[in-house]
């Protein structure tokens, strides 16, 4: 049985109550400001729940046939979005969600007055049930919305419940890369045409303004891969280096900065030289399948890069570029070495991104990681695939320094990896899927 929508508020209040909300934040305990900060966010998902069909019923009540009788307009507002955004004080972006999801998720009637489901039922079905927020909603709303035309009713259907079921707890960058990996699965056809409109859009402006060098620039991911896989070895050296050094020596530039330094470094080296370097000293991994790769239709996918690119594309990267193609086990590379390697190879790496996709427990790129093993070299662990992991060097301690578990179901790249959170963390150290786990929408 439903709930109304204004008893799921003050359920959710009581909530917060029982969980201390009505205490100050100073005088509760790190569990408890979980638990209000758990019932704050439930709080906000059933108000805005509750507020969504009522943006929904204001925009139909303002749709622009109506002329001067539209509600807005009746109210000094050019549309309805302007009434909303005054009235609640949010921002014009948060106030079309509303209205969208709204529109979404309302029940609909048809010709005859039968009524009739949302438009999309899931999506609808967590929102009412307050575990689903508005952003992510929005978020599937558009992506569905987008495909309608292009993918099978029921393979939609079947993946907004899968995306619906994803989708919280989720941050926004994870969100994101599911829902990349999500229309390139929905919609292969619709990757080449995407990648010809990025690249006609492609574009670099340089201003001179505040006494300073102002760089602007949207490349398509052809050309963008290897100025981001330079600068993500440029990038990655120096966090290794960090490793190794103390305070007094360690590099204390941000990410950002080593970024922009990396850039300037790269051009600068280039005026120094009288003819075009042609030593590689970043690698740009694609992974194809043979099937693939063999008919030039279909996807590839580069690491450290989301957006997947048309196979076509592969031949541009080929030609002058450090372009390594994914063939495990190649008869020229040993890619177990049980205890006669300490350090995993460039080609374990490789084998391993395949699965992980970089670091495997916060998604960084594949540039930013080191391979790690599971179990550790001190207590005999081998330098296999199996016992390796993607991790960034954050990652890495935190895990090690927290007492973490890794638990592998499976072998080669179908493997799954999870993490098993320390006692104090969970009591039920219940497992917890890896990054790449986050952007598939396989079950």
Not at 38 to 44: M, Q, R, T
Request: glycine share 8%; aromatic share 4%; with cysteine.
């Amino acid at each position: 049985m439903d709930i109304d929508p204004l008893t799921g508020i003050a359920q959710a209040l009581a909530a917060l109550d029982a969980a201390g909300g009505g205490r100050s934040p100073e005088s509760l305990t790190a569990g408890e400001l979980l638990q209000v900060n758990a019932a704050f966010g439930a709080l906000k998902r059933q108000v805005d729940a509750a507020f969504m069909p009522v943006a929904a019923e204001i925009a139909r009540q303002s749709r622009a046939e109506l002329g001067r009788d539209s509600l807005a307009k009746k109210q000094g507002f050019r549309t309805p979005v302007a009434l909303i955004q005054a009235t609640t004080g949010s921002s014009i972006g948060e106030a079309i969600k509303l209205v969208q999801v709204g529109e979404a998720t309302a029940p609909r009637a048809s010709l005859t007055g039968e009524t009739l489901p949302p438009k999309h039922p899931h999506v609808a079905a967590a929102v009412a049930a307050s575990t689903l927020s508005i952003t992510s909603s929005h978020a599937i709303v558009r992506l569905l919305d987008r495909l309608a035309g292009r993918v099978d009713a029921a393979m939609l259907d079947d993946a907004e419940r899968v995306l619906v079921r994803r989708a919280p707890g989720l941050r926004a960058d994870e969100l994101s890369r599911l829902l990349t990996h999500a229309e390139a699965e929905l919609d292969p056809d619709g990757i080449a045409p995407r990648h010809e409109e990025q690249r006609a859009q492609r574009f670099l402006e340089i201003v001179e303004r505040d006494g300073a060098i102002h760089l602007n620039a949207i490349y398509d991911i052809a050309s963008g891969a290897p100025i981001k896989a330079f600068i993500d070895g440029r990038v990655s050296s120096t966090l290794l280096s960090n490793e190794n050094r103390d305070d007094a020596t360690r590099d204390e530039r941000s990410v950002r900065q080593m970024r922009a330094d990396a850039l300037s470094d790269l051009c600068a080296h280039g005026i120094a030289c009288d003819a075009v370097p042609t030593g590689v000293g970043a690698a740009i991994v694609v992974r194809v399948t043979l099937d693939e790769l063999q008919s030039g239709v279909g996807a590839a996918s580069i690491d450290g890069i989301e957006t997947p690119v048309p196979v076509s594309t592969l031949r541009q990267l080929a030609c002058d570029l450090g372009v390594i193609p994914w063939v495990m086990g190649g008869e020229s590379e040993v890619l177990d070495w049980g205890r006669v390697k300490r350090s995993f190879t460039p080609a374990q790496k490789r084998a391993i991104a395949a699965r992980d996709r970089g670091c495997a427990c916060c998604g960084a790129p594949v540039a930013w990681t080191h391979v790690h093993h599971i179990e550790w070299w001190c207590h005999d662990g081998p330098t296999d695939l199996a016992n390796g992991l993607l991790l960034c060097s954050a990652c890495h301690h935190r895990l090690h320094d927290d007492g973490w578990e890794v638990r592998i179901d499976g072998v080669g790249t179908a493997a799954t990896v999870w993490f098993l959170p320390p006692p104090w963390i969970d009591p039920d150290r219940a497992p917890r899927p890896s990054a790449s786990q986050l952007c598939t929408l396989a079950a």
